[in-house]
């Protein structure tokens, strides 16, 4: 689950929501809240500690607890299998902003030097930023691995077919391939905002899952069978002219076999990028990467 956390004035909110790490929404927070001081920890951690499980899922406020308590209780949370975020603004917050899975120092002092990550925010709205920047982060990389990771399948499966009939690409091709179309989409793909809400659901932790594989595969499957069967539609037609089979590329270029390879993997990578650039739900469309990026917190709509 996830857990995030404020430290203010002495007085540390501990807000609690989220959902397990193998689940994808949040469950429905509990009716009973509990609030403890430091002293009130510190006896359920000495004398109650089988209890101390449950009072931490219904806990909504921890207030003056010591530096040493307040690692404890972020260690406590990640025992329970909890990803841990806390926001701090003291030198008393720098052992549990080092401990947290995710810690955001709000001010540019001491807790900025134990925290990954630093807000000019000074209160709870950089949070929602810092998970919409996160989820559009990871997705992202999967995102470029995959384009990359399908572009080298594409231009293999073009080589090979060029290569059973005695010809190749020619090395402007591969030129224009690898650095005009290939590097400008994979750096463009990059810029993608994250979205300007954050949802419940939860992006994809690990490359190694049956939905980026299936993904990859069902992909090449395609790429492959659009290449062959526009190359057999060109060497079926009235105008084709077989190629020179006794030498070898670049003597042999250019050809009807070159020309159609070529045409139909440059688009597939197009179509590639705008496939695999997903935007909704936690990022941007693509064509929005041009426009300006607010880090700014979305207003809240009036209450009813």
């Not at 857990?3 to 429905?28: H, M, R």
């Not at 690990?206 to 090449?220: A, H, K």
């Not at 650039?277 to 009036?302: A, H, I, M, Q, T």
Request: aromatic residues 10%.
């Amino acid at each position: 689950m996830l857990a995030w956390v404020k430290e203010t004035g002495g007085l540390t909110s501990w807000i609690l929501q989220g959902s397990y790490q193998q689940e994808g929404c949040f469950p429905e927070q509990p009716l009973t809240h509990f609030a403890l001081n430091g002293k009130s920890f510190a006896v359920v951690c000495e004398h109650f500690p089988d209890l101390l499980p449950k009072i931490l899922v219904q806990a909504t406020i921890f207030a003056r607890m010591s530096p040493d308590q307040k690692t404890l209780l972020v260690r406590s949370l990640q025992g329970l299998n909890y990803c841990v975020g806390m926001c701090g603004d003291g030198a008393n917050d720098c052992g549990a902003l080092k401990a947290a899975d995710v810690g955001i120092s709000l001010s540019e002092a001491e807790a900025s030097v134990a925290s990954p990550f630093t807000s000019k925010i000074a209160n709870i709205d950089c949070v929602p930023i810092a998970i919409r920047e996160g989820r559009c982060s990871l997705v992202t990389s999967f995102v470029v691995f995959k384009y990359m990771a399908l572009y080298s399948l594409v231009q293999f499966v073009s080589v090979l077919l060029l290569y059973t009939i005695n010809t190749n690409l020619s090395d402007l091709q591969f030129f224009f391939f690898d650095l005009v179309i290939t590097t400008t989409v994979a750096a463009l793909m990059g810029k993608t905002a994250p979205a300007k809400e954050l949802g419940p659901e939860r992006p994809q932790g690990t490359l190694i899952n049956p939905l980026v594989l299936g993904s990859l595969l069902l992909q090449t499957g395609l790429l492959v069978a659009v290449q062959v069967i526009c190359y057999f539609i060109t060497v079926s037609q009235r105008w084709y002219i077989p190629l020179n089979s006794t030498v070898t590329a670049p003597e042999n270029l250019p050809n009807y076999e070159n020309t159609v390879v070529f045409c139909i993997s440059g688009f597939q990578y197009l179509i590639l990028a705008v496939v695999m650039s997903k935007g909704y739900p936690f990022r941007r469309p693509l064509y929005s990467n041009g426009e300006p990026v607010s880090l700014s917190r979305p207003p809240v709509p009036p209450p009813p």
